[in-house]
């Protein structure tokens, strides 16, 4: 399986300042596919971002995913108030799919 | 408006059995894969399983193989989950969600998500 590691596993930040979280898989994510999922406190997960990059339906432009390979950036630009959540990677490249432990994002 | 409606919350006692589902909205049931997602109490997402509603094949993540049992039916456009002797350790949310589809050839996942289903086991 491929394994994912987010890095950090907190990222305690200020409203308005940019927020850089990491996802390295253990071997390589064929055509990029991985995913940005976001889940707030006692809500379903959502879906950020798509192959690595491409924003999915009614995101925002502050979160920005980039990478390729092994290494996969998500980044808020500025972070607004509702985006301090949790985030996970996911690949979907190959199956099993596997998600990442997560990024605590705080205040 | 594409929707996934999960079954609501249940407790179950050790040993016993369970079903759980999934009823899909608004879009054509048969096309996309749906994927089932386990989250225990204060942790993260684990990746149990996905379905191809249109010819019922299934793949499984190691951890769930033999464990847990996906199935569909198309005439009621639901996914189901299910166990036949439930632990204590099987307590958790668990949510659907929807394999997207490939937009100029490049492929979503998990694109749209049920509300989730707690499913609690304890004597």
């Known amino acids: 399986d491929i394994v994912l590691t987010q890095s950090p596993g907190t990222l305690s930040l200020s409203p308005g300042e940019r927020a850089t979280l990491s996802c390295r898989a253990s071997?390589?994510?064929?055509?990029?596919?991985l995913a940005w999922i976001q889940q707030k406190p006692g809500q379903a997960p959502r879906l950020l971002i798509y192959a690595a990059s491409i924003r999915a339906t009614d995101i925002p432009d502050r979160f920005s995913g980039s990478g390729s390979g092994t290494d996969f950036t998500l980044t808020i630009s500025r972070l607004e108030p509702e985006d301090f959540a949790m985030y996970y990677c996911e690949q979907y490249a190959t199956s099993p799919r596997t998600f990442g432990r997560g990024t605590k994002v705080e205040v | 408006e594409v929707q996934l409606v999960q079954s609501g919350a249940e407790v179950r006692k050790p040993g016993e059995s369970l079903r759980i589902s999934c009823k899909a909205s608004g879009y054509n049931f048969h096309k996309y894969w749906i994927a089932w997602v386990r989250q225990m109490p204060g942790k993260g997402l684990e990746w149990m399983g996905i379905?191809?509603?249109?010819?019922?094949?299934?793949t499984y993540g190691w951890a769930f193989q033999d464990q847990v049992t996906i199935s569909a039916d198309k005439s009621f456009s639901t996914v189901y989950l299910q166990w036949t002797s439930l632990k204590a350790s099987d307590s958790g949310m668990y949510y659907c969600a929807r394999r997207g589809d490939c937009p100029n050839g490049v492929c979503k996942d998990l694109d749209y998500w049920g509300q989730g289903t707690l499913v609690t086991v304890s004597s």
């Open positions: 071997q390589r994510v064929n055509s990029g596919y």
């Open positions: 379905i191809n509603p249109d010819d019922s094949e299934i």
